[in-house]
């Protein structure tokens, strides 16, 4: 009998590598916070030398770094496709918001890799900017819609960003909470989220405004 003819081990890519570095930090980042992972651990997990990962990723924060941007883009690139595919208002709200609780819900854990290292010193600038990263991207989804009721640029650019940045906060801290409480469904959290984003937001496309104290 012949004996089989072994067949040549196909080399993984650079590229390929990374990845499978990345998976393996998701979801050892998704498990404990950013001081309790190691390098070892991740290289461990992905089945390589830590000296490979190094060759890859300086440092534990620019590994760390490139998980929050990957994830950042994921949420972000969910949100512009739920958001374009719907009609212009409440359906695009709606849209919007449960891309976002999918994100959430994703059993990758890329929530949890963004938002629960937020009071880390030794990552908390990256977060911040990541942040104003999607609130930029959320405003600039927003803007169609307000160009209307604001016609000046400079003041509608300004009221956008803050929106954005109110719109983001609110639905971190509803998702944060909402991981400490499983047991409440996700329909009545999305009730809950529209509820306090649309009311406002209806009203501000109607060119109201709040006037002061009688």
């Known amino acids: 009998m012949t004996p089989a003819t072994e067949q040549p081990r196909t080399?993984?890519?650079?590229?390929?590598?990374?990845?499978?570095?990345?998976?393996?930090?998701?979801?050892?980042?998704?498990?404990?916070?950013?001081?309790?992972?190691?390098?070892?651990?991740?290289?461990?997990?992905?089945?390589?030398?830590?000296?490979?990962?190094y060759e890859h990723f300086g440092?534990?924060?620019?590994?760390?770094?490139?998980m929050l941007e990957m994830h950042t883009q994921d949420l972000v690139g969910r949100i512009a496709a739920a958001v374009a595919a719907a009609e212009p208002g409440e359906p695009r709200l709606l849209a919007g918001l449960n891309a976002f609780f999918d994100f959430v819900q994703d059993p990758r854990g890329g929530w949890r890799v963004i938002f629960r290292n937020a009071g880390d010193p030794d990552v908390a600038a990256s977060l911040a900017?990541?942040?104003?990263?999607?609130?930029?991207?959320?405003?600039?989804?927003?803007?169609?819609?307000?160009?209307?009721?604001?016609?000046?640029?400079?003041e509608r650019a300004q009221m956008l960003q803050m929106v954005a940045q109110q719109l983001v906060g609110a639905m971190q801290s509803l998702a944060d909470w909402w991981e400490l409480h499983p047991e409440v469904p996700r329909k009545r959290i999305l009730q809950v989220a529209m509820d306090f984003v649309w009311t406002g937001q209806?009203?501000?496309?109607?060119?109201e405004r709040w006037t002061g104290p009688a």
Request: proline fraction near 2%; aromatic fraction near 4%.
């Open 129 to 154: 900017e990541l942040r104003d990263g999607v609130a930029a991207a959320v405003a600039a989804l927003m803007s169609e819609e307000a160009e209307a009721h604001f016609p000046d640029a400079p």
């Open 202 to 207: 209806e009203r501000l496309s109607r060119g």
């Open 59 to 66: 440092s534990k924060r620019a590994l760390y770094q490139a």
């Open 11 to 53: 080399r993984m890519s650079a590229t390929d590598r990374r990845q499978l570095i990345l998976k393996a930090a998701r979801l050892a980042f998704a498990e404990g916070g950013y001081h309790e992972v190691s390098l070892a651990s991740v290289a461990e997990r992905a089945g390589v030398s830590k000296a490979l990962l």
